[in-house]
């Protein structure tokens, strides 16, 4: 890199053009990560965490996310209040045992590296006897699918059940910031899932959890999230928005894979929240090679057997994350940041290998870093909460800019042509000439 290039400027910020503050990137705390993370040997378990958390050698990972009971990156299918039989509205049998064993110590050695790392929580699933059938077909009956019961008795213990959840982690010494009531509740899955009209969901949130947060002293916001299906979760999103009494309550929205542009609903579109001024959170990073698509993008043809956890994902997910914080978006999170070379995860009924940020060889106990994981590191290392995006231009790279609390200026580059580009970065006040590989990335702090 040269200071004091000479020639004209190919990619120019410009500090006066200001868009929304980001918060930080993150990802999500899935079981399956720290049960291979456990295989590694102890020099490499720490340098895994490092290269997700630690400011200066690492991703600098700012949000956490938690699941409430089994993900379907979980090791086994489970709820913190399963009965043998009937009911349990006043949450005698709450337990996080099953937390304990690959949550909590996951979670744990994350915040021993930053101990400001924003922790949030959404269940897949309600415990079992809180829904109604038909269950997916195929898969775990109980677990896999339903409905969510729409009785005042269910819906009661459900709000006592999240906010005992938010007060056992505090007794670990782990402060829940953020709840948001269910995971994508448009879908029916293989995996623990769990379906809402907009209407109860909306209900949910004014009638009962609300007022549950208040009389329990839980300090956790309610977000209406996670949505991620433009159709349905946009109906979501919108009995929500449409309701004032609602809205009161809600302190931010969680938006996921399609929701940022296009469909019949989409977040960009929605003056209720762009309006709102409320906070926009990713809350998850698209897994990669999709089994309904022959081809996927940059990453090639569906792999049945492997996640490909290749150099088309990793551009994929820059044009991802790139085309989130385009629209507005707040802060970012990955999906799976630590899996297995296979990639699978709880689904029987649809195999579908997904991509990770860092992956796990168990027989050769080796851990390596993907492409995707350095895109998000092109990001996360160097642009600090409380940052403004700010505004560029390029004659031939795609380019982003922030500028920092601190006043440094942080410009994120791909040139995706074939050949090396020979760069003018004009930022800051000064001037810097450098060349980005060919199919490459940089990142240039001024």
């Known amino acids: 890199m040269t200071a004091g290039a000479t020639g004209s400027a190919t990619v120019t910020v410009n500090a006066s053009t200001t868009y929304q503050t980001i918060t930080g990137f993150g990802g999500a705390f899935n079981e399956k990560g720290w049960q291979y993370l456990q295989m590694l040997p102890a020099t490499m378990q720490t340098a895994g965490l490092q290269a997700l958390f630690d400011a200066t050698d690492g991703a600098n990972f700012q949000y956490g996310r938690i699941p409430i009971g089994s993900s379907d990156y979980a090791v086994a299918r489970y709820t913190d209040d399963e009965v043998s039989s009937g009911t349990d509205y006043?949450?005698?049998?709450?337990?996080?045992?099953?937390?304990?064993?690959?949550?909590?110590?996951?979670?744990?050695?994350?915040?021993?590296?930053?101990?400001?790392?924003?922790?949030?929580?959404?269940?897949?699933?309600?415990?079992?006897?809180?829904?109604?059938?038909?269950?997916?077909?195929?898969?775990?009956a109980g677990y896999d699918g339903g409905s969510m019961k729409t009785d005042t008795q269910t819906l009661q213990a459900f709000a006592l059940y999240l906010a005992k959840w938010v007060l056992a982690y505090s007794q670990e010494s782990l402060n829940i910031e953020v709840i948001m009531p269910q995971n994508e509740p448009s879908y029916a899955q293989g995996y623990p899932s769990c379906t809402w009209t907009g209407a109860l969901y909306n209900q949910f949130i004014r009638d009962y959890l609300g007022p549950t947060f208040t009389s329990q002293s839980v300090s956790a916001q309610i977000f209406n999230g996670t949505m991620s299906q433009n159709t349905g979760d946009g109906s979501v999103v919108a009995a929500v928005t449409a309701d004032s009494n609602t809205m009161k309550l809600i302190k931010g929205f969680g938006m996921q894979w399609t929701m940022q542009s296009g469909g019949s609903w989409n977040f960009s579109a929605s003056s209720a929240m762009t309006g709102s001024g409320l906070p926009i959170w990713e809350t998850e990073h698209q897994a990669g090679n999709y089994p309904w698509n022959s081809t996927n993008g940059n990453e090639g043809a569906f792999n049945k057997t492997q996640a490909p956890n290749n150099y088309g994902y990793g551009v994929d997910s820059w044009g991802l994350i790139t085309d989130w914080l385009k629209v507005g978006a707040n802060s970012y999170s990955a999906w799976n940041m630590i899996l297995d070379t296979a990639g699978l995860g709880l689904d029987n009924t649809r195999a579908w290998p997904q991509d990770a940020l860092l992956v796990v060889d168990t027989n050769a106990k080796t851990l390596t870093a993907t492409a995707a994981y350095y895109v998000f590191r092109h990001f996360s290392q160097y642009i600090q909460p409380g940052a403004k995006r700010i505004g560029t231009t390029s004659s031939s790279l795609d380019t982003m800019a922030f500028k920092n609390p601190d006043g440094s200026v942080v410009t994120v580059m791909h040139n995706s042509g074939g050949s090396a580009a020979q760069t003018v970065l004009s930022a800051n006040g000064s001037t810097v000439g450098f060349s980005v590989p060919a199919n490459g990335f940089a990142t240039v702090v001024n």
Request: avoid cysteine.
């Open 90 to 140: 006043t949450m005698a049998q709450f337990s996080i045992t099953e937390d304990q064993k690959y949550l909590i110590p996951f979670i744990k050695a994350a915040v021993a590296i930053n101990p400001k790392i924003h922790l949030w929580g959404s269940p897949w699933t309600p415990p079992t006897w809180m829904k109604n059938g038909p269950y997916y077909a195929g898969a775990t």
